[in-house]
């Protein structure tokens, strides 16, 4: 009796077990698996994961550029219970883009944004709709004021080439690696705008910002499953991308309410001096408004939000030409000539000398086109249900602008690989401009700070080239092409010579 009590007692036990492992598959399928009808069709991924394992090694963005070989220009993917939908080809990019901007101009509430801005504020992260359009005007406005755009900017970013040659000079006849020179130049600029002044590159307080943009940005998709995957975060090892993004954070906001709160002390409505002065000014206007958006809060994620898109994007541009400046000693040559030939040796340039040079221009465009430093740009959302190219795709759903695609589209782009300005010159030499190539992105969620970049980029670019020829040290291996995928798409690093002109 009691051993057939055992036996119907075990007998139930493994019934019980087995209905709730049944039980859990069931739920983990339903939750992975409940997508809407009608979507765009993709490659299988993984149950729970997706396909983000798939994407995890190596570039995403050209695996993504190969499946849509095989699922066509708007295809779906699945990133652990994400359901994200690619764009690929220049065609439907523009047809999203900008004729339905509209429709694709949100952004998505990633795992990633709960961790960094859960409640979704500032420009980059910020849903389409009246708060974030509110504040990208007043921001344009605003940097406006400081030159943005105009000439009187390109003082502070001469001033910034100066200190970055003298940095350069110091180094001799040896070896560097050029990339954190540049970085701490472009970043010294956004801090001119944002916070009215500018850093020694060995300030302690600098270098331990730029330390935490570097761990930041070198952070890649395989780092950030405990970001996709929460149950993941205390898993040594594993845990390590999602506690780095918040330290990053953290380390970067921490300085930026240090100058808010200096910026509040000092404050003189008759002195505006920078960004921080014109938003402390908006907010005391509005203090008796309850439904404002202009606040403390708000204003530390719009600051958060240029610092560190200013800081990385146009630097590690930057680092590719001088990559592609030392593989292709000719190129850099005949971009030597034409700024010689234009402003000698010591006038500085300004960018109304752009239209003189037509090769310098081909050559910084085509940098923007091979090292495409966003590969898919800044995620995009549904702003509504929206149907495109017969297929339903709802309100909220992330969509990933794949800007690889049409960079190295071989019908547009021959022989994408090569390092090629002519691309972007007529017969007679002159520039042409082509909208295929975009590194800014396109329609209403195009980088507000692209003129600021060009600024930039045309200036540190040419008042280098102006005084110095960038090679490889003697003997060194030739550098690769082949870029690290982390939250940019950057080259690796490398070590180069700077000899100075006479």
């Not at 961790?115 to 921001?139: M, Y």
């Not at 003298?166 to 944002?194: H, L, W, Y």
């Not at 200096?262 to 000014?281: A, C, E, P």
């Not at 000693?329 to 960018?351: A, C, F, N, R």
Request: with cysteine; charged share 20%; proline share 6%.
């Amino acid at each position: 009796m009691a051993a057939q009590l055992v036996t119907s007692l075990v007998g139930e036990n493994v019934i019980l077990q087995t209905a709730l492992v049944l039980l859990l598959v069931f739920v983990v399928t339903s939750w992975f698996f409940k997508t809407p009808k009608n979507l765009p069709p993709g490659p299988r991924g993984w149950p729970v994961a997706g396909n983000i394992f798939s994407l995890a090694m190596g570039h995403s963005f050209k695996t993504m550029t190969e499946w849509a070989k095989t699922y066509g220009p708007v295809y779906r993917i699945q990133l652990g219970k994400e359901t994200m939908v690619v764009l690929s080809g220049y065609d439907v990019m523009h047809e999203a883009l900008v004729k339905r901007g509209e429709d694709f101009s949100s952004r998505p509430d990633l795992p990633v944004v709960k961790l960094v801005n859960p409640k979704r504020l500032g420009i980059i992260t910020a849903p389409f709709g009246t708060p974030w359009k509110e504040h990208r005007k007043f921001t344009l406005m605003s940097l406006r004021e400081f030159g943005f755009g105009k000439r009187s900017l390109e003082g502070k970013i001469m001033e910034e080439s100066v200190a970055l040659q003298s940095e350069i000079m110091k180094m001799g006849n040896k070896p560097f690696d050029i990339s954190r020179m540049v970085q701490n130049a472009v970043t010294n600029v956004i801090c001119s705008i944002v916070f009215g002044s500018r850093f020694e590159y060995n300030d302690v307080k600098f270098t331990q910002l730029m330390d935490a943009l570097d761990r930041g940005f070198a952070n890649n998709l395989l780092g950030q499953l405990a970001v996709f995957f929460p149950i993941l975060r205390r898993v040594p090892g594993i845990g390590r991308g999602a506690q780095l993004i918040v330290d990053v954070t953290a380390t970067v906001t921490a300085y930026l309410r240090e100058e808010m709160d200096s910026h509040k002390k000092t404050f003189d409505s008759n002195d505006i001096r920078d960004l921080i002065d014109s938003y402390v000014r908006e907010t005391k206007s509005r203090e008796n408004d309850d439904d404002t958006t202009f606040t403390d809060e708000y204003t530390e994620i719009v600051l958060f939000d240029l610092f560190i898109a200013g800081a990385e994007t146009t630097s590690t541009t930057l680092y590719w030409a001088f990559l592609y400046m030392i593989l292709n000693p000719d190129i850099q040559q005949k971009v030597q000539d034409e700024i010689h030939s234009v402003l000698g040796h010591d006038k500085p340039p300004s960018t109304a000398h752009r239209a003189q040079m037509p090769y310098t221009e081909a050559v910084l465009t085509e940098v923007a086109r091979i090292g495409t430093i966003l590969p898919t740009s800044v995620f995009h959302a549904m702003s509504r249900d929206t149907t495109f190219h017969g297929y339903h795709i709802p309100e909220g759903t992330t969509v990933l602008p794949n800007l690889w695609s049409v960079h190295h589209d071989p019908e547009h782009f021959p022989n994408p690989g090569k390092f090629d300005p002519g691309r972007f010159l007529d017969a007679q030499g002159r520039y042409q401009r082509d909208d295929h190539v975009m590194p800014f992105g396109i329609g209403p969620r195009m980088c507000l700070g692209k003129q600021l970049a060009e600024m930039e980029l045309f200036v540190f670019f040419t008042s280098l080239l102006q005084h110095f020829t960038f090679k490889l040290p003697e003997g060194a291996a030739r550098p690769s092409t082949m870029g690290i995928s982390g939250v940019t798409h950057s080259p690796k690093n490398f070590k180069l010579i700077a000899e100075p002109l006479a």
